[in-house]
T-cell receptor
Framework: GAVVSQHPSRVICKSGTSVKIECRSL??????MFWYRQFPKQSLMLMAT?????????EQGVEKDKFLINHASLTLSTLTVTSAHPEDSSFYIC?????????????FGQGTRLTVV | DAKTTQPNSMESNEEEPVHLPCNHS???????IHWYRQLPSQGPEYVIH???SNVNNRMASLAIAEDRKSSTLILHRATLRDAAVYYC???????????????FGKGTLLTVNP
C-alpha cells in the first residue's frame, strides 16, 4: 500500500522555539494532506487541511499563525509549530490521499511526538 | 457529519473472532462507512470500508445492516497484534473529490488476551 512518511518521529524542543514536521507521500501524489493532533488518551483532532499550491484550511480554534502549513509540492507538506510552549506537546499525525479520486482510503504517517520543555 | 457510537472497550482472546459494533443511526444515503485502527504510538491505518454491501479483505470483514444504521467490523481470528483502538468513521461522498476529511470519535479499545 501507499506510504506516508513523517519526520522526525520524536522531537524535544525548548519553549519559545519553532519546530518543523515534514510529511511526505512516498509513492503517490497527494493533492490534499491533513494534519491532526492527538493528546494522551484522546482521539485525533483535525487541525487543518493542506492543499498543494494553495493556503491551508484551518479548523475552528486552530491558530494559523502558530501552526504554519506549507504544501509546496504534491509529495510534501510541512507543519511548523512556532514559538512552541509546553501545552503544544502532543502527537502530531499527517494524512494524505491520492489525487482527487473519491472514496479512497487515507494513508497516515507514523506520527511525531513533540515535547516542549 | 453524521455521528457514530462505539463501545469504549472490548476484550477478546487470541485466535478467537472479534465483532466490533458501530451505530450510525443518522447516516445519510451517500455516507461511506470506514474503519481505521491505531496501534499504540502509531498513526492510524486503514482497515476496510463499505457503502451497502458486506465487504471482505485480507484484514477484516465489514457487515453492514440492511438499514445501514449499524455495522460490525469482524476480525476472524484475533492476534496480539490486533490490539488497538478501532475507529468507525462515516465519510460523505464528495463530488469535488477533495478535502473530505475524517472525523475521529473515541473508538473502541480492543484488548487481546493471550
Amino acid at each position: 500500500g501507499a506510504v506516508v512518511s513523517q519526520h522526525p518521529s520524536r522531537v524535544i524542543c525548548k519553549s519559545g522555539t519553532s519546530v518543523k514536521i515534514e510529511c511526505r507521500s512516498l509513492d503517490f501524489q497527494a493533492t490534499t494532506m491533513f494534519w491532526y493532533r492527538q493528546f494522551p488518551k484522546q482521539s485525533l483532532m483535525l487541525m487543518a487541511t493542506s492543499n498543494e499550491g494553495s493556503k491551508a484550511t484551518y479548523e475552528q480554534g486552530v491558530e494559523k499563525d502558530k501552526f504554519l502549513i506549507n504544501h509546496a509540492s504534491l509529495t510534501l507538506s510541512t507543519l511548523t509549530v512556532t514559538s512552541a510552549h509546553p501545552e503544544d506537546s502532543s502527537f502530531y499525525i499527517c494524512s494524505a490521499r491520492e489525487g482527487n479520486v473519491m472514496n479512497t482510503e487515507a494513508f497516515f504517517g507514523q506520527g511525531t511526538r513533540l515535547t516542549v520543555v | 457529519d453524521a455521528k457514530t457510537t462505539q463501545p469504549n472497550s472490548m476484550e477478546s482472546n487470541e485466535e478467537e473472532p472479534v465483532h466490533l459494533p458501530c451505530n450510525h443511526s443518522t447516516i445519510s444515503g451517500t455516507d461511506y462507512i470506514h474503519w481505521y485502527r491505531q496501534l499504540p504510538s502509531q498513526g492510524p491505518e486503514y482497515v476496510i470500508h463499505g457503502l451497502t454491501s458486506n465487504v471482505n479483505n485480507r484484514m477484516a470483514s465489514l457487515a453492514i445492516a440492511e438499514d445501514r444504521k449499524s455495522s460490525t467490523l469482524i476480525l476472524h481470528r484475533a492476534t496480539l497484534r490486533d490490539a488497538a483502538v478501532y475507529y468507525c468513521i462515516l465519510r460523505a461522498a464528495n463530488t469535488r473529490g477533495s478535502n473530505y476529511k475524517l472525523t475521529f470519535g473515541k473508538g473502541t479499545l480492543l484488548t487481546v488476551n493471550p
